[in-house]
């Protein structure tokens, strides 16, 4: 168990990939803080789960996109735990809105709750993991879309490209407190985020036909991920993100 004794913040972290990410901590040893905004039974359900595993766990009512609220959060976690050494900047939502009509309050809703909350989640514990001494691990899930277009989802990506940036920028500027920032970068995974593709047979074999590796990915398969780049297997990583995409970002047709 590598994570054994640490403390992780996963936001977004009662469903999708985020629940799957903690599962994945807990099993490596990880005593978990689970944030989450809505369905506080899924997170009930997670934190018997994450007890049943041998760890321990808090779920904080938190949105993120308040600088106040993800203060809160991490109040909860050091309360709780002393201390946290990982953080996973999870929480997401997209639009799948054209940049024709996408709406001022669309936007900010995206941006908000992708890249303002990876944005002050990375501060808060940049600053946690500095006060407690030792360094400690950023991870934020992004996506493929922080590089590769989508056309009609926008604003989406803006908020992936600016988390590739804050991962660039805040990996080099915190590397002297041995804080290293990481970037996962999921392809089309089967989560809630993806349900309506799911439900459309035409729109998934689309999808699925431009994934080389021919499907969708399952949570659990970026969360191992996550794990090993919390682990200290992954010490030398930083600034950078690693893409679990099933090699959809180079998906050529041959021609
Ligand atoms: C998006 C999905 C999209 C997938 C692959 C994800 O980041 O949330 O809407 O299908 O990338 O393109």
């Not at 808090?58 to 959060?73: H, R």
Request: aromatic residues 4%.
């Amino acid at each position: 168990m590598s994570l054994k004794g640490k403390v992780a913040i996963v936001t977004g972290g009662n469903s999708g990939i985020g629940l799957a990410i903690v599962l994945e901590l807990a099993r490596q040893g990880a005593n978990i803080v689970i944030d989450y905004v809505a369905h506080p039974e899924a997170t009930e359900e997670l934190e018997k789960q994450v007890h049943a595993l041998g760890d321990c766990v808090i779920g904080v009512k938190a949105d993120v996109s308040q600088v106040a609220e993800l203060q809160n959060l991490f109040a909860a976690a050091v309360k709780e735990f002393g201390r946290v050494d990982i953080m996973v900047n999870n929480a997401g939502v997209e639009t799948r809105t054209s940049i024709l009509d996408t709406t001022e309050a669309q936007y900010e809703k995206v941006m908000n709750i992708n890249l303002k909350s990876a944005f002050f989640g990375t501060q808060l514990a940049a600053q946690q993991m500095i006060q407690q001494g030792g360094g400690g691990r950023i991870i934020n899930i992004t996506s493929v879309h922080e590089d590769w277009p989508m056309p009609g989802n926008t604003a989406y990506c803006l908020s992936k490209g600016g988390m590739r940036m804050l991962t660039r920028t805040a990996g080099v500027e915190l590397a002297p407190h041995n804080i290293l920032v990481v970037g996962v970068g999921p392809g089309a995974v089967a989560t809630p985020i993806n349900q309506s593709t799911m439900q459309n047979p035409e729109l998934l074999r689309k999808l699925n036909s431009a994934i080389p590796l021919g499907r969708m990915a399952r949570p659990e398969e970026i969360a191992t991920l996550v794990a090993f780049l919390a682990g200290d297997g992954a010490s030398y990583i930083s600034s950078t993100t690693i893409f679990a995409d099933g090699g959809i970002m180079q998906s050529s047709p041959g021609l």
